[in-house]
């Protein structure tokens, strides 16, 4: 069994609001040395068979149609 | 040196080739801003202009047009400030004035559901702001492909996502809209939103930058690559296949931040510490500084560097054409500048001194040390381009009114009639409409007395007196495709209706105008009917449009939309206790049909649904016979003598008798006189059921006679059927899982 782990983000120019109210309260915490803060998702994808290239390309079509919007989001692939 | 491209560097290289045409402007466009400035428009100016003179922000096609609403207004005292404002006021009495206006994000929409409609929300909402108002209540007008296309399913559960998540963190109730499917919106759902904000008229707030030295403020969000371009290359031109990367990055939405930009502004507007405020929407910093300055016939002066960026590799035009949603300018006096960011600091809003009012005309930016604008502001805000565009009425205009519905088999004798109707009720377009509208919070802040549906949301105003308002909104683009001029004053005609039905007087329009490429001139004859018929029927019934929306290019290649005047009609309560709602409640009250039913099927919902038809004439247009019908309906609901009121529109008496059983599950027993399925099916305007309290029978009798409405009576209400004596029963259990089933169906 293989497991691979997607990361999403939002693209770089997207605003992120929640990043932002994170960093605010990490201000208000008193972590007064965080400049920004951006979230994102991870999910970890288990898999029936090996990690090989058809698997993670599976993986990758997956990710694009389900788990990330690709209009406002990106993603990356890794096994764990 | 920034490298930047100075005033100074434009007037020294006159040759250098612009990306105008990337853009937007043409060619004629682009000399004319030379022509204006006498040199090469900067980067940066080339980029105002670009947004500025876009279809979206000048109405370059339309203005010629829309003239005639402020032409052929009716006279009224009750208009505070009309069109050219950011939204329209009108008084309501009490000392209180409303503000409201429709707007569309058709094309955002479509690209990122969710995020496209959220701030389409969030951007309705601080114009009505920026009025001075504060903002009550929301409503949204939506419309989409077939039900069961996957395009639909992919793009509606966003965007009434989109809207549910703007507008309940914002804690505005949703009152009311529409939710309509047709092909035509396939790859081109129409997304208006609707917002209405109440204010003391000493409240009203105006967009201009007066008094030399005062100083200009940005508050709210920062400045981030959002939505760059969007005005004028997204809402300003027809959608391409798959040009991803000529998109402007989504702008995303934060209600949380709009909630303390709202508070922040009513704090501000009530220490008095706001010569001038204007929003920013479309076009950004571009728009609120040109605006502004034109607004006041002053002059500005901007500091570009110390606009608060969230990307520090933006540029000088980049942050000038900016979409980043949450933001507002407001200008100053120099003494109340220090209170102005003593307010925003407890609101937890960003507020920075980005320049200052001036005296010379011009509208001057700096960035980097350098001066990089120089404009005339009114030639970017109100002189830009104006086009009498082509006008031709298309060819086959006279073909589809001559497919007359008259041809189509019909249904006959009770069992098919029976089908006909479930038939209809089930239907995607007249089918309950609770699996989006639960979505929405309809009760949050406690002063709605009707919401979806009913005939129209009313929401309460004053708790002393109880004067309220009363909203609808109607289109039906199958009419303004058979007849754009009779289409549009249906909708105007059915939004009244709608708000007098409630038991609320008419009192004023906002109209959201979504059509094809205006430079295909058909597409073109289609607009100027429509606002003909708006302006000419407005005038008749004596409700002045207060502003509005123009939306062109919604169309997929070469095939537009159906011209789609979105009209939403105010009405105004002196009581929301005497409000009259749709459903039926009282064992053997009578039930009556005011007005006139021919057989007029044209463009009608059954024609659609039994027959997939769209041709022929839609229903006469009688707007004397709509002005008694509401005289008879509000004196009606203000002496009492209803216990319900449903106005008909699509799908006819059956589908209104069944709406009406449905409200409260009480049935009831109709007689019809003669053709059946016209007396059931057709959509005549101007028509309404009502149910009179019992002992009021003879007092109701007489007003309409007063007002010359023809009464029909049709029997009563009560049992737990809805029965056609002598053709037809439903059982109301029926009639309810014909109406709640579909759209779950689909949408799960």
Known sequence: MARIVVDVMLRKEIHDPQGEAIASAAHRLGFGQVLGVRQGKRFEVELSGPADEAALARVAELAGELLANQVIEEFTLHES | MSGADTVGRAAATPGQPQPYAELGLTSEEYARIGGVLGRRPTDAELAIYSVMWSEHCSYKSSRVHLRQFAES???????????????????????????????????????????????????????????????????????????????????????????SFYGNCLGLPNIGGELAFDPCYRGNPLVNALCVGVMRHEDLKLAAARGTGNQVILFGSRTGPDGIGGASVLASATFGGSDAAKRPSVQVGDPFMEKLLIECCLDLYAGGLVTGIQDLGAAGVACATTELAAGGGSGMRVDLDVVPLRDPALGPAEILMSESQERMMAVVEPGDVDRFMDVCARWGVLATVIGEVTGTGRLEMTWRGEQVVDIPPASAADEGPVYQRPIQRPAGQDAL???????????????????????????????????????????????????????????????????????????????????????????????????????AVPLAVTNGLNFGSPEDPGVMWQFSEAVRGLA??????????????????NQTDETPIHPTPVV???????????????????????????????AEFGGSAWAQVAHGHCGGRPPQVDLGAEQALA???TAAAADGLLEAAHDLSEGGLAIALAECCLDQGLG???????????????????????????????????????????????????????VVQGSFDIPVDELAAAHTGTLPGIFG
């Open chain 2, 568 to 598: 939403g009609v105010l009405g105004v309560h002196a009581d929301v206790t005497r409000r009259v709602p749709v459903g039926l409640r009282t064992e053997g009250a009578p039930i009556v049909l005011l007005g006139r039913t021919a």
């Open chain 2, 631 to 633: 005289a008879v309906l």
């Open chain 2, 401 to 503: 009114l001559a497919d007359d519905p008259a041809a189509l088999p019909r249904p006959e004798g009770g069992p098919e009639l029976r089908a006909a109707l479930l038939s209809l009720l089930a239907s995607p377009g007249l089918a309950d409409t609770a699996w989006v509208t639960e979505q929405y919070d309809r009760h949050v802040r406690g002063n709605t007395v009707l919401a979806m549906g009913q005939d129209a949301g009313v929401i309460r105003i004053d708790e002393q007196t109880g004067l309220g308002i009363a909203l609808a909104t109607d289109g039906n683009g199958r009419f303004g495709l058979l007849d754009p001029y009779a289409g549009a004053q249906l909708a105007l005609a059915e939004a009244y209706r709608n708000v007098a039905a409630t038991g």
């Open chain 2, 668 to 722: 009831c027993q109709v007689a019809l006189q003669g053709d059946l399925f016209t007396q059931l099916f057709s959509e005549s305007a101007a028509r309404a059921v009502v149910a009179v309290r019992p002992g009021s029978e003879r007092a109701f009798a007489a007003l309409a006679a007063r007002h010359g409405v023809p009464v029909q009576e049709l029997g009563v209400a009560g049992g737990d059927s809805l």
């Open chain 2, 536 to 553: 000419d029927g407005c005038a008749a019934l004596g409700v002045p449009v207060t502003g509005g929306n123009v939306s062109f290019y």
């Open chain 2, 73 to 163: 207004a009716p006279p009224s005292a009750a208009l505070l400030a009309g069109i050219g404002q950011n939204a329209g006021v009108v008084d309501i009495g009490q000392g209180y004035a409303v503000t409201f206006k429709v707007e569309s994000h058709n094309h955002p929409s479509y690209v990122e559901p969710f995020q496209g409609a959220a701030t389409g929300i969030g951007g309705i909402v601080r114009d009505i702001l920026a009025m001075g108002a504060r903002p009550v209540a929301v409503m949204d007008s939506l419309r989409f492909g077939p039900a069961d296309a996957p395009d639909t399913r992919r793009v509606l559960p966003g965007v009434v996502a989109g809207i």
